[in-house]
């Protein structure tokens, strides 16, 4: 296990927190931001918290949890990690913050014909499982006489099943209710009734003093139901809009250095040749993503009207207040127009990914629920509606 315990994380400033992050709805990782996301993410920043130091999540896998563990790569370990007597050999376990168990996740019409194991453990079954946790040591103990694919990537694993590639997977009932929910095609059997039980902790290095204050900590968040609350919340939540948000967001918030450099030179605020060279790049990009001119167009346009709004909010201030110049405004030019250039790239492929769900006539409260929270409302709410107007209102 980990070198360090209590004292030494105290003492160092920081928790190290390893996490498989490939396992919605606990460990999450986003592939254009890094960003982790998830219950055991909200769980490792509050714990972090309440130890008064830094959060650094260190990205491990299911295969190579326990050697990263034992080479010191993290100080506890997170992601809907469930408690078994191997990993007890090499660390302690947290109380248990829930209790789950393995179920099918199978094509809907295909419920019926997969509600036991009997009925599974049947050679012409095609089973599919990721490798090296107990998703695949439960598929080769419960059904060796299945077919069974070994699929090492957990994020794209539920489009093989809907895509008709394996017929269904086994695993924590709480993954299969989210997945069906992010899979239409897909249902989970009956996750009420999982086939065993598990019981999710966090793996702590072998320190009474840290699992002593690590289980009275989760103990009152369980006693309090803000773990309850925090289930419910990342259950909902709309995991495909988020790198969408994330870059209407990051493109705003690059407004106030925008507006900084600008000041700086005491250069207008509005640049149309640049507005046009923006747009039709993205027009451009798009249409290799197959969206259509006008609606990048109209994303695009609310994008730099946003930013226009949070520039000019910002020249009234300063102007009121006589402000100077300022010491670190970044250049325009080689530091932010790149930054938003990439950030183009990232909001087209989003757009593209959400296609579907943005035109659902039947999504748009949740279209809106996953959109509406930005950091750079608090720039500028009236710019932060502008920009989202588009997706949101969008008919
Ligand atoms: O690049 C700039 O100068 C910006 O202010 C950013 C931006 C944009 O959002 O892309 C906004 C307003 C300008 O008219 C041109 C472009």
């Not at 996490?19 to 960003?35: E, F, I, N, V, W």
Request: charged content about 20%; glycine content about 6%.
């Amino acid at each position: 296990g980990p070198a360090r315990q209590l004292a030494g994380i105290t003492a160092s400033g920081e928790l190290r927190v390893g996490t498989p992050a490939d396992y919605k709805p606990y460990t999450y990782r986003l592939g254009h931001s890094g960003d982790y996301l998830g219950l055991d993410i909200d769980l490792a920043a509050g714990l972090a918290k309440r130890l008064g130091v830094r959060l650094t999540m260190v990205p491990t896998s299911w295969p190579t949890l326990l050697a990263d563990w034992n080479a010191d790569k993290f100080d506890i370990a997170v992601g809907g990690i469930s408690i078994t007597p191997e990993r007890q050999q090499h660390a302690l376990f947290s109380i248990a913050y829930q209790r789950d168990g393995k179920t099918p996740i199978t094509r809907c019409d295909n419920v019926q014909r997969f509600q036991t194991l009997a009925q599974i453990n049947q050679p012409d079954v095609r089973l599919i499982v990721n490798p090296g946790g107990t998703n695949e040591r439960f598929a080769r103990s419960h059904a060796p006489r299945a077919q069974l694919t070994v699929y090492p990537d957990n994020v794209t694993i539920f489009g093989q099943i809907a895509a008709g590639k394996a017929d269904l997977m086994m695993t924590d009932a709480m993954e299969t209710r989210l997945q069906q929910r992010l899979h239409p095609e897909l249902c989970a059997v009956h996750p009420d009734q999982p086939f065993d039980t598990a019981d999710k902790a966090m793996l702590l290095p072998r320190d009474p003093a840290l699992k002593a204050l690590v289980d009275q900590w989760l103990q009152e968040r369980i006693t309090s139901g803000a773990l309850q609350q925090d289930v419910k919340h990342w259950l909902a939540f709309p995991w495909a809009l988020e790198p969408l948000r994330q870059a209407i967001d990051q493109r705003l918030l690059l407004a106030e250095p925008v507006a900084r450099a600008k000041w700086n030179r005491q250069a207008p605020i509005e640049d149309l040749p640049r507005e046009a060279l923006v747009i039709a790049a993205a027009v451009k990009q798009g249409s290799a993503l197959g969206l259509p001119t006008q609606r990048v167009e109209a994303v695009f346009r609310a994008q730099i009207e946003a930013s226009k709004t949070v520039q000019r909010e910002l020249y009234q201030r300063w102007t009121a207040q006589h402000a100077g110049r300022f010491d670190d405004a970044p250049d325009l030019a080689t530091d932010i127009r790149p930054e938003l250039d990439r950030i183009t790239t990232e909001l087209l492929a989003a757009l593209a990914a959400n296609q579907a769900i943005l035109l659902d006539a039947n999504r748009r409260d949740e279209v809106a629920q996953g959109l509406r929270t930005l950091d750079a409302t608090a720039l500028s709410a009236a710019a932060a509606q502008q920009a989202l107007a588009p997706l949101i209102n969008f008919q």
